[in-house]
């Protein structure tokens, strides 16, 4: 993992021209039929495990039940669209999942981000060392570290025994676990280091010489911060941003862990119908509304956030 | 190029031919009168099993007589689990569904009749038992592993007792209830309380089954999905009064913690784990052996002392001589077993309709 600042692009020695760079290169090779081969085990990989299980997904929610082979012709159907209409609960859980997905999304970034700043303009020699023992919770299971919370909010939990130890309360605060409160605590705990890195990686891209342009017109830290640092990192941000909030709209592992019976998320309701029920179909279309609802979000986001003007 | 493809091609043929001359030497041939002693045998047979039955402690005869078989498991979460995992395609000899989700496996063609004969132990598993596995008056399914499922309690929560499945939806204990996370289970209890035919809920009675769910959903504290879970939160006293299988009275009872096992007036729930063998398996006379061995006393034994199960092997059941387990089981009331209710059959149509109320409970406002 190498997050030192490495030169970028416009660091490359400038002098050299495009024909210069290919006859060059040293790659012995046609730049594009170099790229082919590169892409291609990747493409494959992706074909195989993601492009198409996702087509058979939607191929399957649109079969009327699991009964008869697997894989055979069947006559496309919408009934367990038109049976998933009439459910208003199920979108209303679904439009939770985004709001609480959207909270932990922007909770993550912003609390990542003065851990990144720490790390990009004061880690010194420490960058590394202390980028590995933010990243060492990750080498533990995410069960475990889950299952760490329960430990620190259950009614005989760190929280409650202290609370109780200094007498500010008498009985234990039984509010802490197995709500939807939880869960969204839990989850930006998981993802604050994830959030990290992508706006570490932004700030690291910052030219010294900016910084050094403009104290020398007289601009002090505060101004520097909000004309230089935050808007050059802000593309990092919106990375951290959407990392967060994709999975998080599907997440069900900590809402079955810390969320009780009131803390489903929409993800538990299509594992329920892969795992409990066996209705693959409905599950099927269950998560095919859920891909279309987030990829329409994120349309709509970078829209609005014209992500490529920010990269430019 | 050209070579070694007709090379390759030449190499196939005769593999092929030597197949074919091996098979048509073999195939003809009776049986070997005697076969090869046990330690001997050779062989891999795959079982698809729930967690914690992988431990060899389950199959300890099978890796006594047997010791040279290779044994591989592979974990399914839910009888859904296993089921789906079943019709994908899974190549596991051997799978160990509950009841309520056998005739799936029949109707679909996925399991192997089983030749009794060949079973040592089959004269030690009563007829009701037997006929837990049998379809169309074929043995498709041996039973093996069987529990109650009842109202667990704190008696220093609830000094007074319970008596009644209705006690998962008293407000008196809101917060410390804990119901299973499964939809049929759901329906169970509410036909076993209102004394619907669970084997023909209506529309009206399952819209009335949500409701009931729906309402219960505040004051139940978590649903669980598996008995370690369920177990930690009623000793550290976070939960009162559970659904529960009786593996966890026993864990519990075990522990010190202060528990009792509730005879409700409606009556207990009881299930029945069975084993099937896959249609179309290589390994069936191995699959054979294996279960007959599941059978015997050995296994039945720790089944019954570790895992805190009844056995479908009588002589492991009336020898039972701990007394938490005879509490357990209820081995001294003679009535439980008229007091019990056995788990129904589904059909796909109830399965489906009884899962995605369940769904809708937990996604309820």
Wanted: with cysteine; proline share 6%; charged share 15%.
């Amino acid at each position: 993992m190498t997050f030192a600042p490495t030169p970028s692009l416009p660091h490359s020695p400038p002098k050299m021209g495009e024909g210069e760079r290919r006859a060059g290169g040293g790659w012995g090779l046609d730049h594009r039929a170099t790229f082919r081969w590169l892409i291609f085990p990747p493409f494959v990989w992706l074909g195989l495990f993601l492009i198409a299980p996702l087509l058979l997904m939607a191929a399957f929610s649109f079969r009327s039940d699991l009964r008869g082979d697997l894989l055979q012709v069947w006559t496309p159907t919408l009934a367990q669209y038109a049976r998933l209409a009439e459910v208003g609960s199920y979108w209303r859980l679904l439009g939770i999942s985004a709001l609480m997905a959207l909270g932990v999304a922007v909770a993550a970034a912003i609390l990542a981000y003065p851990l990144a700043y720490f790390l990009a303009f004061h880690g010194g020699a420490a960058t590394g060392l202390y980028l590995v023992l933010l990243l060492v919770p990750f080498w533990t299971s995410y069960l475990l570290r889950v299952m760490a919370w329960k430990l620190m909010l259950g009614t005989e939990g760190v929280i409650n025994s202290f609370l109780q130890y200094i007498h500010l309360i008498e009985e234990p605060l039984p509010a802490l676990l197995y709500n939807r409160t939880a869960v969204i605590i839990t989850l930006i705990y998981v993802w604050i280091p994830f959030a990290m890195l992508p706006i570490l990686a932004a700030l690291q891209r910052i030219e010294w010489s900016l910084f050094e342009a403009a104290a020398d017109l007289g601009a002090r830290p505060f101004h520097q911060f909000t004309r230089i640092t935050l808007p050059l990192s802000l593309p990092g941000v919106f990375a951290a941003f959407f990392m967060v909030f994709i999975p998080t709209v599907g997440e069900y592992v900590t809402p079955i862990l810390v969320g009780g019976s009131s803390g489903s998320m929409y993800g538990n309701i299509i594992q329920d119908f892969f795992t409990k029920a066996a209705n693959w179909p409905l599950g099927s279309a269950l998560s095919m509304i859920m891909l279309l609802a987030t990829l329409l979000f994120v349309f709509i986001a970078i829209r609005l956030i014209n992500l490529r003007e920010l990269l430019e | 190029m050209e070579t070694k493809l007709s090379m390759f091609f030449v190499t196939r043929c005769l593999a092929l031919v030597l197949a074919l001359a091996l098979t048509a030497c073999g195939a003809p041939a009776p049986a070997p009168a005697t076969e090869a002693p046990p330690a001997e045998l050779t062989g891999s047979l795959t079982v698809l099993d729930w967690a914690g039955y992988d431990a060899e402690d389950f199959w300890t005869d099978f890796k006594n007589t047997y010791p040279n078989v290779n044994v591989n498991f592979e974990i399914g979460a839910s009888d859904a689990d296993i089921y789906g995992k079943m019709k994908a395609g899974d190549q596991a000899d051997i799978f160990h569904p509950y009841t309520g989700w056998l005739q799936f496996y029949v109707e679909e063609g996925l399991v192997e009749e089983i030749d009794t004969s060949k079973l040592t132990n089959w004269d030690k598993v009563p007829e009701n038992f037997k006929e837990i596995g049998q379809f169309n008056s074929k043995q498709y399914f041996i039973p093996w592993d069987w529990g109650f499922t009842s109202i667990l309690y704190r008696t220093d929560r609830v000094p007074e007792g319970i008596d009644s499945w209705s006690a998962l939806m008293d407000p008196r204990f809101a917060g410390h209830l804990s119901m299973w996370d499964d939809g049929p289970g759901a329906v169970t209890v509410s036909s076993y309380i209102h004394e619907y035919d669970e084997t023909a809920i209506t529309e009206d009675q399952l819209a009335a089954i949500k409701e009931e769910w729906i309402a219960q959903r505040s004051l139940n504290l978590f649903y669980w999905a598996g008995e370690p879970e369920l177990v930690d939160a009623m000793k550290s006293g976070d939960i009162w009064v559970a659904y529960a299988w009786q593996g966890a009275y026993a864990l519990l009872l075990g522990e010190g913690v202060p528990v009792a096992y509730a005879n409700p007036k409606e009556g207990r729930n009881s299930w029945v784990g069975v084993y099937g063998i896959r249609k179309g398996t290589e390994n069936y006379e191995l699959a054979l052996k294996f279960l007959d061995s599941k059978l015997a006393e050995a296994t039945g034994n720790n089944v019954v002392n570790l895992f805190y199960y009844g056995h479908s092997n009588q002589d492991v059941m009336t020898g039972i001589t701990d007394e938490t387990l005879k509490q357990a089981f209820s081995i001294d009331d003679p009535a439980i077993l008229e007091k019990t209710n056995f788990t129904p059959n589904l059909t796909a149509e109830q399965r489906d309709a009884w899962t995605a109320m369940w769904a809708e409970v937990k996604a309820a406002p």
